[in-house]
């Protein structure tokens, strides 16, 4: 863990990892009636166990354990295996039939998660454990997806007030901040590809409870826009 962080900043990540398990269930029992408890109950089940062997691995300081290798461990046992998950669920048929039962309103709200993520990259930046430009006075814009993603949820698609094109450039520009803070974290973290913050490196997310947010947040972030974009080109905005 990281050393000299106070108790408060740890607990808040705790607490914003709680809530993307709790975004996760509401997703799953919003959706068609035909999604089981049982489903939902696996799914919850598979995420645990996978939140902690991320925690096992960044407590036993596998992902800063050699920060030179190629590819970085945290890429490779955290990113990468939540990746492959995703794209077989947007290739196998049961993978897409669960997408598709999906409420397109608690798949945007699902974005709310990402402004206490934000609020939590601050303060590890007030602590020197990211750089600045992670943050929302840097380079980090990800914070106005949080904020609007109530309002485009609500207003947007309970209320009929967006569009389907509409829809798909929020998500879209949504992405595109998402992918923005990736490149700046991977690009910021000590390993053979940084090219930013050599001063104030992006050390937080090889630490517990930190790495969850490459292995958990981003990729449930991601997921949540590429299915929305299915089902609003499949022309299914509810």
């Not at 709200?109 to 939590?120: A, G, W």
């Not at 006075?137 to 109530?150: H, K, T, V, Y």
């Not at 509409?166 to 390993?191: D, E, K, R, T």
Request: hydrophobic share 55%; proline share 6%; charged share 10%.
């Amino acid at each position: 863990m990281l050393q000299n962080l106070p108790f408060y900043l740890t607990t808040g990540f705790v607490l914003t990892t709680i809530i993307a398990l709790a975004m996760v269930l509401l997703l799953i029992r919003t959706s068609s009636k035909s999604t089981s408890r049982k489903t939902a109950q696996w799914v919850i089940g598979t995420l645990i166990f996978w939140l902690s062997i991320q925690a096992m691995l960044s407590i036993l300081g596998i992902y800063t354990d050699d920060p030179q290798s190629i590819p970085p461990k945290i890429i490779l046992f955290g990113v990468l295996p939540a990746l492959i998950v995703i794209i077989l669920l947007f290739n196998i048929p049961k993978g897409k039939q669960f997408i598709d039962r999906l409420s397109m309103q608690m798949l945007t709200h699902v974005h709310l998660v990402r402004i206490p993520v934000e609020l939590c990259l601050y303060g590890l930046y007030l602590h020197g454990s990211v750089p600045e430009l992670m943050t929302f006075e840097g380079r980090n814009l990800d914070i106005l997806a949080g904020l609007s993603a109530p309002l485009v949820g609500f207003l947007g698609i309970r209320r009929g007030k967006m569009g389907k094109v509409s829809l798909l450039v929020w998500n879209f520009i949504c992405m595109g901040l998402l992918l923005n803070i990736v490149i700046i974290a991977i690009l910021s973290a000590p390993s053979p590809f940084q090219q930013f913050a050599f001063d104030q490196p992006n050390v937080a997310i090889l630490h517990f409870p930190f790495s969850w947010l490459p292995a958990f947040i981003v990729p449930l972030v991601l997921f949540a826009h590429l299915a929305a974009f299915r089902k609003l080109i499949n022309c299914k905005k509810r």
